[in-house]
Every structure is written in C-alpha cells, then in structure tokens.
C-alpha cells in the first residue's frame, strides 16, 4: 500500500516521525527540525481545538471513546493541525517535521485496534485533503529498552497492554517494508546523537534538505 506521495503543490518538506512509545520520536524530531530549520510540530493536541481532542483521547478518566470514535476524535485533530499548521507552513516554504502523523492512526487504529488500514487511510485523506508526508522516519527500539525508558504510562492509549503495543511496532514494521520508498527505517537504540546524525543522513539523502 501507498502510504504517501510526494506533495508536489507544497514548497516546503513534510516530514513525520512515528514508533512506539518511549522511542525517542519526540526529541529527534526536535533535533531534526532545530537541523534543518523546519517547524517542529506534533499529534494530537498542536491546534487550540487539538488540545481539546487530546484530552477526549487520551484522558484516562471520563467518557471512553470506542475505537472508532478515537480514530475519528484523531483525524479530526489531524485536519484541524493540516489546515491551521501542517499546510499554511508548508505553503509559505518551510519544511514541518512532524511528532506522529497518518502512520500513527495506521499503526494504532488501524492495524492494533483492528479497524483496517484502508478505512484508517480513508478517514486520513479525507482528514488531510490529500496532503501526505514526504518521509516517515520510524524509529525502533527493542520493547526492553522501551519499557526501561517509560516511567509509568501517561495516558489511555500507553496504558493498553503489551499486545496492543507489540501490533503496533508489528504495524509499524509492515508499513514501512510496503512503502521503503516514503519511510526509512532508524535504529534508536544508539545514544541521542548517534540517532539524530543517522536521522540526518537518511532524510538528506532522501529528500535532500
Ligand atoms: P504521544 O505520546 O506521542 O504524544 O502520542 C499520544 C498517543 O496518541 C500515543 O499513545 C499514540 C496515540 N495516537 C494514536 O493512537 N493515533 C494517532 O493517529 C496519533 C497521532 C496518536
């Protein structure tokens, strides 16, 4: 499955970064984008009503969504970030890189939560308009390291249980083989820096930044 294509319309590069949690997405897409001089952003919660829709998803007190309505609760904060944030930036000529984007709810919603990766892709689109990410850079590390790295879960969805998680990175790992040519694969076990030049490497050869 093609799960991106190259944003002819967009001036600027749209990169994500995905994996599971404790991973280390979080602060290499801040040293990416700190690298290239692109604008740092992330899902969900980057838009005033986003922040709102995180709360709804990942509270673990009050109403429990259903797993469709997560992955809607998701996408509609994915189209509000796109139309607020993601394109008007792109738009104006610089790169966004991205914390989690439409390999996420392909990952968790999709493959985990056993929704179906076309009807994830579907509500994505929709969701986006269309706008898919030049690269996705998945970051693994073993599921040893990541429980070393996690404290304590902090939210509903980092709550679920080892299976869950184990289909995510299983998800994760079929997405990028079906589409080698939108995804790179990095190992996160290095220390930070280590990580962040691999990271570095693999986007400029990609995309040339
Ligand atoms: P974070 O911890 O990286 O901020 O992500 C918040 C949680 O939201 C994480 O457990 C993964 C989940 N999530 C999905 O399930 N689907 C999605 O599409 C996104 C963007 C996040």
Known sequence: MNTAATNTAAKGRLIAFEGGEAAGKTTQAR???????????????ATELGNHIRSLV???????????????L??????????????????????VVTDRYIGSSL???????????TEILAISEFATAGLTCDLTVLLEVDSHTALQRQAA??????????????????????????????????NGMGNV???????????KERLNV
């Open 31 to 45: 040293l990416l984008a700190e690298r290239i001089g692109a604008q740092l952003s992330f899902e969900p919660g």
């Open 58 to 72: 990942l509270n673990s007190s009050g109403p429990q969504p259903t797993a469709r309505a997560e992955a809607l």
């Open 74 to 95: 998701i996408a509609a904060d994915r189209a509000q970030h796109v139309a607020e944030v993601i394109r008007p930036t792109l738009d104006g000529g610089t790169h």
């Open 107 to 117: 990952a968790y919603q999709g493959i985990a939560r056993q929704l179906g990766t």
């Open 153 to 186: 879960p902090s939210d509903r969805i980092e709550a679920e249980g080892n299976g869950f998680h184990h289909r995510v990175m299983q998800g994760y790992r079929t997405l990028a083989a079906q589409d080698p040519k939108h995804w790179v694969v990095i």
């Open 193 to 203: 820096d280590e990580v962040a030049e691999a990271v570095y490497v693999a986007v």
